[in-house]
């Protein structure tokens, strides 16, 4: 028994075993200290999320009242609008088939190309790879252009490009997606509402033009479309339809000389003063980017013509919707 007490008190002398024994002392105070701290910070990791999810919850909330409201004010003005006839001037010739009867109002207001026949040239579904491009084009001509555009994440800085450099930048829906877009006039309200924000929050701009996927007079849904023009009209967004066309929205590659030659034949059988010429700088359209100088050329050799982004001095040149 003696010898136990001795060996047992031997061994608590050491220094091996008093270290071991400080360790695991050390080990448990850490233990638990951690197991009384991470309940709290985890805590207040959370209470934190939960605050700016309330915060952003809010804002949304928000949102959608102020939505809401302008969607019961549309709904009024279209029913009191309802008798009214949508305004049509058939003296506008137009060239092909896909073109339809356009609304040309009276003369803009005077301006420094007053007398002159404006054309614009305006892209759709960018930005893409191919915007750069246009728009170094677009600087060695020294023009300005108009880009409708969609919500293209990756693209940030062709967006910025765009009104840096003082071309319009013009909605073109955020998504594209014709049955998103048109599913209902509150569908397309917050379509609108996304593309807005998205393009104020990067370049800074307040957009105020519109241009309908597919145009005012396209066919692909159900929905009165006169109710998507007095939304617009209520938020003071202007829309332009085309009244010439590249014809690049093809399923296949036009080629250069094809753009240009129907796009020169349309322009000269147009008895307009406004001609908005409908592009687009989406990818795959490389034939277009092309065909921009050559264009711009012919263009510019034509008499009393100039070339001008779309402004407030622009007269809108609608489709008639059927
Ligand atoms: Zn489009």
Redesign the pocket.
């Known amino acids: 028994m003696n010898e136990e007490i001795k060996e047992n008190t031997k061994e608590q002398n050491n220094p091996e075993h008093r270290k071991r024994i400080h360790t695991l002392k050390k080990m448990i105070v850490g233990i638990l200290l951690s197991l009384l701290l991470l309940p709290t910070i985890l805590s207040v990791v959370a209470l934190g999320q939960i605050h700016q999810l309330n915060m952003q919850l809010n804002q949304s909330l928000l949102i959608l009242s102020d939505l809401s409201m302008q969607v019961q004010e549309v709904r009024r003005i279209a029913e009191e609008n309802n008798s009214q006839d949508v305004e049509i001037d058939t003296n506008a010739s137009q060239p092909t088939g896909q073109l339809q009867q356009i609304t040309m109002e009276d003369a803009a207001p005077s301006d420094s190309y007053e007398g002159m026949r404006k054309v614009c040239l305006t892209f ?2 960018g930005p893409s790879r191919n915007t750069d491009a246009i728009l170094d084009i677009l600087d060695s001509y020294g023009i300005k252009a108009t880009f409708f555009v969609n919500g293209h994440p990756g693209f940030e800085e062709q967006y910025r490009r765009i009104v840096d450099e003082g071309h319009t930048i013009g909605m ?1 829906s955020y998504s ?1 997606v014709y049955s998103d877009v048109y599913a209902s006039l509150e569908g397309f309200a917050m379509d609108t509402l996304e593309i807005r924000t998205y393009i104020r929050e990067l370049t800074g701009e307040e957009c105020v033009y519109y241009r309908f ?2 145009g005012s007079s396209n066919t692909v849904h159900t929905m009165p479309m006169q109710e998507c023009i007095d939304y617009l009209d209520t938020m003071g967004i202007t829309y332009f339809d085309w009244n010439v066309s590249v014809g690049d929205a093809l399923g296949y590659e036009r080629s250069v000389n094809a753009i240009v030659d129907t796009t020169m034949a349309q322009i000269n059988a147009l008895d307009a003063q406004t001609i908005v010429i409908l592009m ?1 700088d989406a990818p795959g359209k490389e034939t277009t980017v092309e065909a921009l100088p050559i264009l711009i050329e012919k263009i510019q050799a034509l008499d009393n013509v100039a070339i001008v982004p779309i402004t407030e001095d622009v007269t809108p040149v609608h489709h008639v919707i059927q």
Do not use: A, E, S, V
């Open positions: 759709d579904d073109h594209h996927p597919g687009h």
